[in-house]
C-alpha cells in the first residue's frame, strides 16, 4: 500500500478532527472525510457552540432586565433583537468551523467532502453530494460519525414547530409557550435561552427528577432554582402525541405510569429525550463491523472494533455523549496508532450544564457511592457564605465533595453555582492524581473567589469549614 493513508477518519467532530491532528502530529500521512460543508461535527455547528452563544446572550439579556437595577445600573427595559442574537450565534460557528478548516491546513491533512463508507478493513469509499465516488486506501480507518437525536414514535419532528435542538437554535420568533420533552441537558440548557427571551417553558419528564445521572441533592436543588427563574417542569409524564392541525400544538400528556391524560397547548414542542449512535451510510454491514444492542458501534475497551484496522470513538460507542470525551478518545486513539500507551480515565470526565446557574460534575454521585456500598463523608458548603458570591449577587447553590471515609481520596465533586462549570477543574486534576480532600482543603486558594467555596467543601468533608 505504497500510496495509502497511514489513517482516515469518518467525520470531523470534536472526536474526528482532534484525532486527525493529532495523528498527523504524529508524523501519520492522514486524510478525514466529511459528508457536512463544513467541519466540526455536531459540536461546532449545531451543538456546544451555539448553544453556549445563545446561553451567554440570553443571560446577558435576562440580566439587563433584571439584574443591573439591583447594582445600581439604569439601562431602562432591554429590547430584544433575536436576528442580532442569531447573528451573534451564526458568526460564532463561522469563526469555530473556519478554524478547524484551518488546523487542518496547518497540518497537511487531507479533506474530502462526502459521505464515507467502508467496504472493507483497508479501504474507504467518498460518495460526493452528486454521487461521484473516490476510492482511498488507508492502513487504519477511526470511524467517528457522532450521534443524532432520538426521536419519539409517532411525533414527527419538522424543525419548525416540533423541533430537536437544531430547531431550537434556528426560531425565528420567541414563541408564547414552548413544551420540552425531556428535563436532560438540551432540555433545561434550550428551555432556559427560550425562558430568558420570554417563552413560557413547560418541562416534561418522564422521571421523578431532572438531569437524571447527576447528583440527586444537585438535581432538587438545581430544579427549584429553574423554578424561581419561570421554568415549569411536569415530572413523571410522558407525551403520547402531538396534533398539528390547529395553528397551536396540541399536546397530549399522561402521568408515566399511566392515567388520564391531558391535552397542554404550545407554539413550540422541542424534543430533547437523548441522542442515538449514527453509523447510517458507513455500511459497516459489508465491512462486517458488530454495533452492540443499543446501536453503538462495539469496541474492545480500546476504540478497536472486531475488524482489524477499524477503530471508533465518541458518540457513536459507548460512554457519555460528550465533546470532551470525543476529543480525549481522539488523542487516545491516535497516540495508540503510533505505538504508544493512549488512554482515557473514563472516572474523571466532568460534565457542564451551561445553564445560570452552572451545575458541574466529576467521578461518582452519592447514589453511585451508596450502591456501590462504598464508605464516604461527604462536605458541603453554600455559595452564600462565600464573600465573592455576595459580591457579585451569585449567592445560589453549593460545592460538595464527596471522599472516602477510610483514605480521604476524592470520589467526587459537584458544584452548582456561577462558574462551576470552570471551577470543576481544580477537582478533576485533584482526582487524575488520586489527592484528598485534606489536599484540597490544604492547597491555598485566592481570595475572593467563587472556588474558596470549593476549599471550604474540602475542609467540611473533615467538618472543619472556617466560614460556616
Ligand atoms: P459529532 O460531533 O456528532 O460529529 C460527527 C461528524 O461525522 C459530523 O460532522 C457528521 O456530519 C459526520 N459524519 C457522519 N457520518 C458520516 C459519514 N458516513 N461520512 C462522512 N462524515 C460523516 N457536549 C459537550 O461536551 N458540551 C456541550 O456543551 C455540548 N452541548 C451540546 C449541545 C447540543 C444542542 C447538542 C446536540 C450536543 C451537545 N454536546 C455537548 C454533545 C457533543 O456535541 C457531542 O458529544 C460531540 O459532538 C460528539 O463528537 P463526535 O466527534 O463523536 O461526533
Ligand atoms: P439527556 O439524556 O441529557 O436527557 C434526556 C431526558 O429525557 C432524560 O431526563 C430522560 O429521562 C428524558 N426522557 C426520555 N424519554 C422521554 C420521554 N418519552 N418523555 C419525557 N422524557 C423523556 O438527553 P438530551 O438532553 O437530549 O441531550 C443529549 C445528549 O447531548 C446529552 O446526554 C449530552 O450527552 C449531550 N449534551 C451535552 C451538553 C453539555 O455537556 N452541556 C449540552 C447538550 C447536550
Known amino acids: 500500500m505504497a500510496d495509502a493513508y497511514d489513517l ?34 455536531t459540536c461546532l455547528n449545531i451543538g456546544c457552540i451555539p448553544s453556549k452563544a445563545m446561553l451567554h446572550a440570553s443571560d446577558l439579556f435576562d440580566e439587563a432586565g433584571h439584574a443591573f437595577s439591583s447594582m445600581g445600573i439604569k439601562v431602562g427595559e432591554p429590547e ?18 473556519k478554524g478547524v478548516a484551518f488546523l487542518f491546513k496547518k497540518n497537511k491533512i487531507d479533506t474530502y467532502h462526502g459521505t464515507g463508507s467502508v467496504p472493507a478493513a483497508g479501504s474507504v469509499v467518498v460518495t460526493a453530494a452528486d454521487g461521484t465516488t473516490t476510492d482511498l486506501k488507508t492502513r487504519n480507518i477511526v470511524i467517528a460519525t457522532g450521534s443524532d437525536s432520538a426521536t419519539l414514535p409517532g411525533i414527527e419532528v419538522d424543525e419548525k414547530r416540533i423541533v430537536t435542538s437544531t430547531g431550537a437554535l434556528e426560531l425565528e420568533s420567541v414563541p408564547e409557550k414552548l413544551l420540552v420533552i425531556g428535563a436532560g441537558v438540551i432540555g433545561l440548557e434550550l428551555g ?20 437524571p445521572g447527576m447528583d440527586a441533592d444537585v438535581g432538587k436543588n438545581f430544579q427549584r432554582m429553574l423554578k424561581k427563574q419561570g421554568l415549569e417542569f411536569k415530572l413523571s409524564s410522558k407525551v403520547t402525541g402531538i396534533d398539528t392541525s390547529k395553528k397551536r400544538l396540541s399536546v397530549s400528556v399522561e402521568p408515566a405510569a399511566g392515567g388520564e391524560a391531558e391535552t397542554i397547548e404550545a407554539d413550540i414542542v ?55 470525551k470525543a476529543e480525549d ?7 495508540i496508532l503510533a505505538g ?11 460534565n457542564v450544564v451551561y445553564t445560570m446557574p452552572e451545575v458541574a460534575s466529576v467521578g461518582q454521585t452519592e447514589e453511585e457511592l451508596k450502591a456501590a456500598g462504598v464508605d464516604y463523608r461527604a462536605g458541603k458548603f453554600p455559595f452564600s457564605a462565600n464573600g465573592r458570591a455576595r459580591a457579585m449577587r451569585q449567592t445560589d447553590g453549593f460545592v460538595k465533595v464527596l471522599a472516602d471515609a477510610a483514605t480521604d481520596r476524592v470520589l467526587g465533586v459537584h458544584i452548582v453555582g456561577f462558574g462551576a462549570g470552570d471551577m470543576i477543574h481544580e477537582a478533576a486534576v485533584l482526582m487524575e492524581f488520586g489527592g484528598s480532600a485534606e489536599d484540597l482543603g490544604r492547597t491555598c486558594h485566592a481570595h475572593p473567589t467563587m472556588s474558596e467555596a470549593v476549599k471550604e467543601a474540602a475542609l467540611a468533608v473533615d467538618k472543619r469549614p472556617i466560614h460556616i
Open 80 to 97: 430584544l433583537d433575536l436576528a442580532g442574537m442569531m447573528g451573534h450565534k451564526d458568526e460564532t460557528v463561522e469563526a469555530n468551523v
Open 270 to 324: 422541542l424534543v430533547s429525550i437523548g441522542r442515538k449512535p449514527f453509523t447510517e451510510g458507513l455500511g459497516l454491514d459489508q465491512a462486517g463491523v458488530e454495533l452492540d444492542e443499543r446501536g453503538r458501534i462495539r469496541t474492545d475497551g480500546h476504540f478497536k472494533t472486531n475488524v482489524d484496522g477499524i477503530y471508533a470513538i465518541g458518540d457513536v460507542i459507548d460512554g457519555p455523549m460528550l465533546a470532551h
Open 340 to 350: 504508544q500507551a493512549g488512554h482515557v480515565n473514563y472516572g474523571v470526565i466532568p
Open 329 to 335: 478518545e481522539g488523542v487516545a486513539i491516535a497516540e
Open 8 to 41: 482516515i477518519v469518518i467525520g470531523t467532530g470534536p472526536g474526528g478532527y482532534v484525532c486527525a491532528i493529532r495523528a498527523a502530529q504524529l508524523g501519520m500521512r492522514v486524510a478525514v472525510v466529511e459528508k457536512w460543508e463544513t467541519f466540526g461535527g
Open 192 to 211: 432556559s435561552v427560550w425562558n430568558r427571551l420570554g417563552s413560557d417553558v413547560l418541562v416534561v419528564e418522564f422521571l421523578d427528577r431532572i438531569l
